[in-house]
């Protein structure tokens, strides 16, 4: 894309952005309560629908008022509607779901699924339902809850654990519930659909004690970054046997997107610094090669050549990631670009074409996404601008008026004349929802789980609520006082008890993982470009820099048997161009996370290139 054509799109969201401001009249308090109670009524009006007419089905057919079995055939929705119901404060409706799901549901069937959806639909609905069920602290306890959840996802994950079994330690992209991989089941995998399964899993290993289920997933990133380019860029496809990437498409959308969001979130929840030093090398080069601002583009990840000028809907929750890591500026500017897709059409097409302003051909459609409702969410809580309420006011009046369906709320099949699709994703009720009813319930004064509640809240992908207990967020954490909660070396859960009480013991600084890919990755090449981050790693010599200290070294394959050898990593350029700063602050008193304002130090700069789930 050139730079008139750069001109031309920005020119056009300025002239968009110039008229939105003009139009729009704020949203008083008053109003926003109606908003808040509308997106409410939205959750419910498409729930009840389902359950009346869809249930135990997966999904609703919301036109029809059917019901039809999309994943596995195991009440989907409403397993990923589990947490919206707490978070709506509705304990009647969450715990006859529980208790419903405790006694029917079985994955002893013989279906094949998708490891991706199923590891951030189930096993993630089934793991944040437990922690609220099993919590007084929580308010929504469920007297008659026993760990059931808890133990269909375990039982669950355990099916999912073949898939995992590749020479790369990236997952197959399916798996049969009752027979494991497929003979004839395919290589090729997405980075996302590899790279998006720390947290479900990670969270798994924490509850039952288990570190197989963080290691294989935490294996499959590690699989996945050695065999990055060298402009520390991922592509969309890859051999999960050989290694080789089969689309060498970079970008932050369709194939990539979550990819970028767990590495950051597995920091987050786990503490684990290794996924922020990945997130951070990942980051920059995604600021330096990808972004051309205000949109993002499509690159080879060898060459940075621009081969797709592209904004697909999925890049809508990068303005939501770039939040977390306190890269606010950018973000702004990003969400109203994508904002301006969605005013220009009521709904923001699957692909819009940077190059000619319009909609791409076979990408007209709009499955309910909430990927621009998040990241809308994300910069109110950071920002309080009412902008972000005008946004959430429009986006409701589209999906009431152009979506909603005599059952629930339907696809729109082409944004340009606004047809109707007789289909509803169940992330509708996990995340588009609940990110609308958050937005405007934190306008009016907040009073829900995720603001109000004991603990700070994670969102997966697909929107559960993952909490930062102790449990979860301190596995890792030395003993430090008397009735710490700590884990032996066996990862069961023990206590600390001062020596003058027992006899000397180590102290607790058990490692999760002691010897992946010794064997797939040499360790001839040591020289790494040095890290952003600063200050040592607890446990760490600090004098290593973060690739030597966490082994993270480039793979890629030498012949069809497998057999792999350690490329020498790029040598840092005699010019640097300087990429974004991001900070990423633990705070004890914010809603969330504590961005770092004004630390942009690359607002006024243009990127120039060399040149999806």
């Known amino acids: 894309m050139g730079g008139t054509q750069i001109r031309s799109v920005l020119l056009w969201v300025l002239l968009s952005l110039a008229v939105y401001a003009y139009l729009a009249d704020g949203v008083f308090p008053e109003e926003a309560k ?25 999904e609703l057919r919301p036109l029809s008022c059917a019901g039809e079995d999309t994943l596995g055939g195991y009440a989907l929705t409403l397993i990923d509607s589990l947490d919206t119901l707490a978070l709506l404060g509705d304990r009647q409706r969450f715990a006859t779901s529980v208790e419903w799901l405790g006694k029917n549901l079985r994955f002893d069937i013989n279906k094949t699924v998708s490891v991706f959806e199923t590891t951030i639909r189930v096993l993630g609905g089934l793991l944040s339902a437990h922690l609220i069920a099993s919590d007084y ?3 929504m306890r469920v007297p008659s809850y026993d760990n059931q959840l808890l133990n269909l996802a375990e039982d669950l994950a355990r099916r999912l654990l073949p898939a995992f079994d590749t020479p790369t330690g990236i997952p197959f992209g399916s798996v049969n519930l009752l027979h494991g991989v497929d003979k004839h089941e395919s290589k090729i995998t997405s980075t996302a659909g590899g790279g998006t399964l720390t947290l479900e899993f990670g969270v798994l290993s924490r509850l039952t004690n288990d570190p197989i289920f963080e290691q294989v997933t935490k294996n499959a990133v590690h699989g996945l970054w050695a065999r990055r380019s060298k402009l520390n860029l991922v592509g969309a496809h890859i051999n999960v046997f050989t290694g080789e990437w089969t689309q060498k498409d970079a970008g932050i959308g369709t194939s990539i997107d979550s ?5 950051l979130k597995a920091y987050l929840l786990f503490g684990d ?10 980051y920059a080069a995604a600021m330096h090669y990808l972004y051309h601002d205000p949109w993002y583009v499509e690159v ?3 060459s940075a050549a621009i081969v797709w000028p592209l904004f697909n809907s999925l890049q809508a929750f990068w303005p939501g ?18 904002l301006s897709v969605w005013r220009r059409y009521g709904f923001t097409p699957e692909g819009f074409n940077l190059a000619s302003l319009s909609v791409q051909h076979g990408q007209k459609s709009y499955p309910l996404r909430p990927e621009l409702i998040e990241s809308t969410y994300w910069l109110y809580k950071a920002t309080r601008d009412p902008r972000y309420l005008d946004a959430g006011r429009d986006m409701i009046a589209s999906l009431q008026y152009g979506t909603r369906c005599p059952c629930g709320y339907c696809h729109i099949s082409d944004v340009e004349h606004h047809k109707q699709e007789d289909h509803m994703e169940s992330f509708f009720l996990a995340e588009t929802v609940k990110y609308l009813w958050l937005l405007f319930d934190l306008a009016v004064g907040p009073d829900n789980l995720v603001e109000n509640g004991p603990y700070k809240y994670v969102f997966s992908t697909e929107g559960h609520l993952l909490p930062a207990t102790p449990q979860i967020s301190l596995a890792r954490e030395h003993c430090l006082y008397y009735g710490a909660y700590c884990r032996s070396g066996d990862l069961r859960q023990n206590y600390f008890v001062p020596e003058s009480e027992k006899d000397k013991k180590e102290s607790n ?13 040499s360790s001839d090449y040591t020289t790494f470009e040095p890290s952003a981050v600063s200050g040592s790693i607890k446990g760490f010599c600090p004098g290593l820099n973060h690739g030597q200290k966490f082994g993270l070294l480039y793979a890629h394959l030498t012949d069809e048997r497998h057999d792999y050898e350690t490329n020498e990593v790029q040598q840092k350029e005699s010019t640097t161009v300087q990429s974004h700063s991001v900070l990423v602050l633990r705070s004890q008193s914010s809603d969330h996370l504590v961005p770092e304002y004004g630390s942009d130090r690359n607002d006024s700069q243009t990127h120039e290139s060399d040149g999806t789930t």
Do not use: C
């Open 34 to 58: 109606q908003l808040r109670d509308e997106a409410r009524e939205m959750f419910y009006h498409a729930f009840n629908g389902y359950m009346d007419h869809a249930f135990p089905l997966d």
């Open 137 to 139: 602290a929580t308010g």
């Open 259 to 263: 990819f970028y969001e767990y590495l």
């Open 273 to 282: 610094e290794e996924y922020l030093y990945i997130f951070q090398e990942a």
């Open 300 to 302: 080879n990840m060898d």
């Open 321 to 338: 990631l770039q939040v977390l890591a306190g890269d606010i500026n950018p973000a702004i500017r990003t969400h109203a670009a994508f």
């Open 509 to 521: 600084d058990t490692k999760f993982y002691d010897s992946w890919t010794k064997d797939t990755y």
